[in-house]
């Protein structure tokens, strides 16, 4: 006798073959009485697997997260639902690698912020006349930040980084990098893809009030060779510190920084050099606007180097929640703040030619 089940008609379907032949004397009937009973145990035993398959999976589940309930959850309530599958979700907090409620409030705080900082440097430059043109780079940079802090908040501008591989954190699996959960943290390579953006809008921007675009054409090729210099070395300094991000092994990770510091000293010697000399040459107020964009920028851009050997892809000497927030604090005030000064900055000094004729007709 053999018995099966099989689904018909959106149900489920009891088969089962019988061969058996019973003769018509009493042990025949006694012996078909008793392969009767082994039909119905087989039905019964079938039918009633998947249900108590269901319930010992429905009670493990109650009693893991009631678990993961007294022990406190790390996860932030303001995640998706679907960010990760429960089993990954709990593999990283269990090894510290899942994203903390304190980076999610402060990368949504800089998504949200460079958004709003988008929305008021585009207005603002609309009211800049024939000068608007320097409000675009500022747009874009606010805009490209809050676009890759979105990423990161979700998850998907962060990956698990072992000593093997770099894995994208929805991708996480125990088989991927159990064995190396000693060497693992998570690493925010969309970061460097915001910077890789960002920075050189941010120069654009800054070089484009130091450097008349009007001028001969020697003045024209000494703009743009500076301009091609200055955002190719920022580029370079940017990659080059993802570079040394990415690197397991300290001596490869501290020669990539230093390669990515001597990038940025090249920078620095661009617009504290040629570029301000420039600005100094287009009179007092071009000048002093260059002079205070220059130092915002400056003092802000020191501070991701420092952290950078502080945190996590450095020496580790703060915390990730700590990084998270400096860096999320310093991007709004280098991005938002900057684009405002600006903006607020090239509209204050296109109105000097009014102030001064208003003056001369009184």
Not at 28 to 43: H, K
Not at 187 to 200: L, N, S
């Amino acid at each position: 006798m053999q018995c099966a089940l099989g689904a018909q008609y959106g149900g489920t379907r009891f088969d089962y073959v019988n061969e058996f032949r019973a003769s018509l004397d009493p042990l025949g009937e006694t012996a078909s009485d008793t392969l009767a009973r082994g039909v119905r145990g087989c039905e019964s035993r079938l039918t009633l697997m998947p249900s108590l398959a269901s319930i010992e999976r429905e009670t493990s589940r109650s009693t893991f997260t009631a678990t993961r309930r007294q022990a406190g959850s790390r996860r932030s309530p303001i995640q998706p639902s679907n960010y990760l599958p429960e089993d990954k979700m709990n593999l990283l907090e269990a090894h510290g690698l899942a994203q903390t409620t304190s980076q999610q409030t402060w990368l949504w705080i800089g998504a949200i912020g460079m958004a709003l900082g988008a929305i008021a440097i585009g207005f603002l430059g609309r009211t800049l006349g024939k000068h608007s043109h320097h409000a675009v780079a500022s747009f874009f940079v606010c805009a490209i930040a809050a676009c890759l802090y979105l990423l990161m908040a979700y998850g998907q501008g962060v990956a698990v980084l072992t000593k093997h591989s770099l894995v994208p954190l929805q991708q996480f699996g125990a088989s991927t990098v159990v064995p190396t959960f000693a060497h693992a943290r998570l690493e925010y390579f969309g970061r460097y893809i915001d910077w890789a953006f960002t920075t050189p809008l941010l120069l654009l921007g800054l070089i484009g009030i130091g450097m008349k675009a009007s001028g001969n054409a020697e003045q024209a090729r000494t703009r743009g060779g500076i301009l091609g210099a200055a955002i190719g070395a920022d580029v370079l300094m940017i990659v080059t510190g993802l570079f040394g991000a990415l690197s397991v092994s300290s001596a490869h990770k501290y020669a990539w920084f230093a390669i990515s510091c001597v990038f940025f000293v090249v920078v620095l010697g661009l617009i504290w050099g040629p570029v301000r000399a420039a600005a100094a040459r287009q009179g007092a107020e071009v000048g002093a606007l260059y002079k205070r964009l220059l130092g915002i920028l400056t003092l802000l851009w020191f501070v991701y180097p420092v952290v950078w050997i502080l945190g996590s892809e450095g020496t580790a000497s703060i915390s990730l929640n700590a990084e998270v927030t400096i860096f999320a604090i310093v991007d709004l005030t280098a991005k938002v703040g900057f684009g405002l000064a600006l903006v607020l900055g090239v509209k204050r000094y296109s109105q000097v030619p009014a102030r001064a004729m208003a003056r001369a007709v009184a």
